[in-house]
């Protein structure tokens, strides 16, 4: 194992019920690097993102076996706590759901939920949130008023913050931007190559052009399998499997 | 470093658990405490049931706390009337020794054989035989416990509330989900809803004051608290239950049903009474079945609209007494344990069983409905 | 005998529109009665005052009093049991499992039993042997727990209202979207947590309904306080979880059924009842305003 490997998975294997979700998957993600998952719909991207910070525990007929190591300790082990799990690793979701709370309630709800009672420690830690989130700005006049009602790219942005407010180390998003234009997808691409200095990202998209843009090393699924794994433009510009170069040059997906 | 401690939330969680199986604790409960205390009847002897004796021989050393209140006080067995040396039902000589004189020897821990019924003169019959009899007549000398009045009454309250309810129900609904217009749908479900609102004492009284006077002027009766006026009464009560569950029933046909039947070229009332009304027909009838549940089991309106007499009798304009109206009435003044107590918990186990039932064959319809509904229905 | 269809259809419609309107017209007369008789009664010292008289006189405070005690403390027992068994049932267990279905099985089943079983059920089960068996460890057999009491009768009411509870909780909570769920999880978050910070105040509609739906059906039943409970006329307002109390539909009933002089009382029993009927349709209709709220919020 590396020392700049923040997250490994080895012959990671899942099944829902019957089906067999995740085949035999081998991947090492770069510390504070952008990693880009890519495949056609239901390949396994987000299942395997799930199993990152033990998302998958919440359903019912998965199965996991395999091993999955974050900083060298395997996260499926019986002495290892979700809860503190996931605020090491923390995940963006597709369709942004923040709390119908307050946009100062929403950020402040990890750090609540981890033990911080001090007024202000809070206020300071959702202003520097806002900020790692490009948020500040935009918001700082009237932090009470509801989360619910800022636009679909603040939104996803709010959600942002709150992942940060917790101070994690590894931020998981999955297919972030899919549900918004244009110009909120601009600023959030900006905002992840902002954030890749402080944490390690793991980000599965659909759109090709993402991962190019916003990502350093970029792995391609396909039917469960992780077919290729390497440097994001090597991936797009000469890919050792067929099936990469197929699905690159758009025969498929 | 990741590691698993939270006692208090365990604690509280399985708290929550517990408290959620509260409701499956309450059903054992009520099954249990309502059954044992009607237990006692299968320990008795006959003649307890007809008076005349104290009811030493609930022996029963099944029945544990039970038993203890027999035998109270003297006094109390004074109060049954019948001297020993002249049994009403049968003619066995008093062959228990508990009743020579002196309290002490009333004593309902010892066991005491129960006379053996029916060797000279009037046989006593078994004590189911006493059960089934025509007449209740709780209080009094010789207290009889034939529930057949009181059964007899409930069924003809029930049906004739049926009878009036289930097409009322059924049709209303079927107005308002098929026939109705938008406007007139919106317009009527509420009150009829509203209706279900409406207390039944309300209902009750309703029927005392104004339902009975209308209802003996216009068919010239001689009672004016009668079945009669007791069943129309409880329809009030029974349509919007009878309403609701079949609207949603009919509600939830698909549309398609309904789309390709008038593409066919059928009318609108052809479709809606040949492919909507059978498509929807296991709600309407677990509708219908609950619907029966509440008429047999409501107390209320019964205890004030029907006249409270437990007579056995075909007539549907005579006053009825009904199960739940004579457990209602009676259960106030009864002594803790002794016959009267037991019967009217025996009613309220036949009240339980008869609406478990009932409610039990309704969910197998609603589920069928739902199955047929999923499972690909043509 | 053959009848044209077009008349056959126009039969159809006759028969599911006169019923219809005919159980309309029947809700609308049985309140316009009701209102009709007691509108004129009910003045401030009606609901003010205490019975006179023999009940020809007087007001029915107590009563009144007696119900709205009666449901405070029906509504604080079974609400918080109602709202934890609805979130066990939705947040613990899963789909399939026999827990859960055991649970509902025992709702459901619970929802079905006559209101009559219910005030048998406390009277043997409350009265008897928790206050009975109270009365042998704490008073030694004298009787103090072990008789009707508001106490009891309260329970009582609280077991037979909690389906409603449940139901209304449950509708609630169903509307709570998965994605909340899940974000507060992956904040680091516990189950419990996520419960009490996310998933509770957004029901917060769904529980008040359901309190308000149970009030309304327990101020509106009297088969289960008959025997637990409830008094014709008491001389004092409870004060005491060991006192009996006097109950609007309880009133009404037993004016109408067993006063002494039932004319001289009419006046007074229309008046109750439109007490009553007011009572329900207010506590009906605040319920149905907040679940077309909750509608309209989910929908959002």
């Excluded at chain 1, 829902?16 to 991947?27: E, F, S």
């Excluded at chain 1, 119908?100 to 959702?126: M, T, W």
Aim: net charge neutral; aromatic share 8%; with cysteine.
């Amino acid at each position: 194992m590396n020392a700049s490997t923040k997250i490994l998975t080895r012959d990671l294997n899942l099944h829902y019920g019957d089906k067999h979700a995740l085949r035999h998957v081998d991947l090492d993600i770069p510390k504070n690097h952008v990693t880009a998952l890519i495949g056609p719909s239901g390949c396994g991207k987000s299942t395997f993102l799930r199993c990152l910070n033990r998302m998958n525990d919440l359903i019912e007929s998965a199965r996991i076996t395999g091993r999955v190591e974050v900083d060298g300790t395997d996260i499926y082990a019986k002495d290892v706590d979700p809860v503190l799990l996931r605020r090491k690793v923390g995940m963006i979701f597709q369709k942004s759901n923040p709390f119908p709370k307050s946009i100062f309630e929403n950020v402040a709800y990890g750090p609540r939920v981890h033990g911080i009672k001090d007024k202000n420690r809070l206020e300071e830690i959702v202003e520097r949130s806002l900020r790692g989130a490009a948020l500040w700005d935009e918001v700082k006049d009237d932090l009470s008023k509801s989360g619910l009602a800022l636009s679909g790219g603040q939104q996803q942005r709010l959600c942002i913050a709150r992942a940060i407010a917790v101070d994690p180390e590894v931020l998981l998003m999955d297919e972030p931007a899919s549900a918004l234009d244009p110009i909120a997808t601009a600023k959030i691409e900006e905002l992840i190559w902002q954030l890749k200095e402080s944490y390690t990202i793991v980000i599965v998209t659909h759109s090709m052009h993402q991962a190019s843009r916003v990502s350093d090393t970029t792995a391609f699924f396909y039917m469960g399998e992780m077919v290729e794994m390497g440097p994001t433009q090597k991936i797009f510009t000469s890919p050792s499997q067929k099936r990469t170069e197929d699905y690159i040059t758009g025969r498929f997906g | 470093m990741k590691r698993r401690i939270r006692i208090g939330e365990f604690l509280i969680e399985k708290g929550i658990a517990t408290v959620a199986f509260a409701s499956l604790g309450a059903i054992v409960l009520i099954f249990l405490f309502v059954f044992r205390e009607a237990m006692p009847i299968f320990a008795m002897a006959p003649e307890s049931l007809s008076g005349g004796h104290e009811s030493i021989s609930a022996t029963g050393a099944a029945t544990v706390g039970v038993s203890a209140s027999y035998g109270d006080p003297v006094g109390e067995a004074e109060s049954y009337g019948d001297p020993v040396g002249e049994p009403e039902t049968y003619g066995d000589p008093p062959a228990d020794t508990s009743r020579s004189g002196s309290p002490a020897a009333i004593d309902p821990a010892a066991p005491t054989t129960p006379p053996t019924p029916s060797t000279t003169g009037e046989p006593a019959g078994s004590v189911l035989s006493q059960i089934l009899s025509g007449n209740w007549q709780p209080v009094g000398d010789h207290p009889k416990f034939g529930i057949l009045p009181l059964v007899a009454g409930s069924i003809k309250v029930a049906l004739i509330a049926i009878l009036i309810a289930a097409p009322v129900g059924v049709f209303a609904a079927l107005f308002t989900s098929t026939f109705a217009p938008r406007w007139a749908k919106e317009a009527m479900k509420p009150i009829i809803e509203i209706m279900a609102g409406i207390p039944s004492v309300v209902i009750g009284f309703f029927a005392l004051t104004i339902l009975a006077s209308l209802v003996q002027t216009v068919f010239g009766l001689d009672y004016r608290l009668n079945a009669l006026v007791g069943g129309i009464a409880m329809s009030m009560a029974v349509i919007p239950l009878i309403y609701t569950l079949s609207e949603d029933s009919l509600s939830a046909v698909p549309k398609h049903f309904t789309e390709g039947s008038l593409a066919l070229g059928a009318p609108l009332w052809e479709t809606n009474l040949r492919v909507v009304l059978p498509a929807a027909i296991p709600g309407i009838f677990a509708g219908v079945l609950l619907g029966l549940g509440r008429a047999i089991g409501e107390t209320m309106i019964v205890l004030m609209a029907t006249g409270n007499a437990a007579l056995l009798s075909p007539s549907l304009v005579e006053p009825v007494r009904t199960v739940s109206a004579s457990i209602g009435a009676e259960m106030a003044e009864v002594v803790f344990g002794d016959p009267h107590y037991v019967m009217l918990f025996v009613l309220g186990s036949l009240l339980f069983c008869i609406s478990f039932a009932l409610n039990a064959v309704a969910e197998i319809f609603i589920r069928q409905r739902l199955m047929a509904k999923f499972g690909g229905a043509s | 005998m053959n009848i044209p269809k077009k008349w056959v259809g126009r039969g159809v419609a006759l028969v599911t529109g006169g019923s219809a309107i005919a159980t309309v017209v029947l809700v609308l007369v049985v309140i316009g009665i009701v209102v009709q008789g007691g509108w004129g009664h009910l003045t401030r010292d009606f609901l003010l005052g205490s019975p006179e008289q023999g009940m020809t006189k007087g007001g029915i405070f107590p009563a009144i009093f007696g119900t709205f005690l009666l449901v405070t403390l029906m509504s604080l027992a079974g609400v918080p049991v109602g709202t934890i068994t609805a979130i066990y049932l939705n947040e613990y267990v899963g789909q399939q499992s026999k827990a859960g279905r055991a649970i509902r099985f025992a709702v459901n089943t619970l929802a079905g039993i006559p209101a009559i079983v219910f005030g048998l059920f406390g009277l043997g089960f409350f009265i008897n042997f928790v206050g009975g068996g109270a009365d042998k460890v704490l008073y030694g057999g004298a009787l103090h727990w072990g008789q009707p009491n508001i106490l009891w009768a309260s329970l009582t009411m609280a077991l037979l209202t909690l389906p409603v509870v449940i139901v209304s909780v449950e509708e609630a909570i169903k509307t709570v979207p998965r994605e909340l769920r899940e974000g507060s999880l992956a904040l680091g978050a516990t189950r419990l947590e996520t419960i009490w910070k996310v998933v509770l105040p957004q029901s917060m509609t769904g529980i008040l309904t359901g309190a308000i739906l149970a009030i309304s059906r327990g101020a509106g039943e009297v088969a289960p306080i008959l025997f637990t409970g409830a008094a014709y006329f008491l001389p004092n307002l409870p004060d005491g979880l060991t006192d009996q109390f006097m109950e609007l539909g309880y009133h009404i009933y037993i004016m109408s059924t067993q006063s002494v002089d039932v004319e001289a009382t009419k006046p007074i029993q229309f008046a109750t009842t439109l007490v009553l009927l007011i009572l329900t349709f207010t506590l009906n209709f605040s319920a149905i305003f907040l679940r077309w709220h909750l509608r309209g919020r989910a929908l959002r």
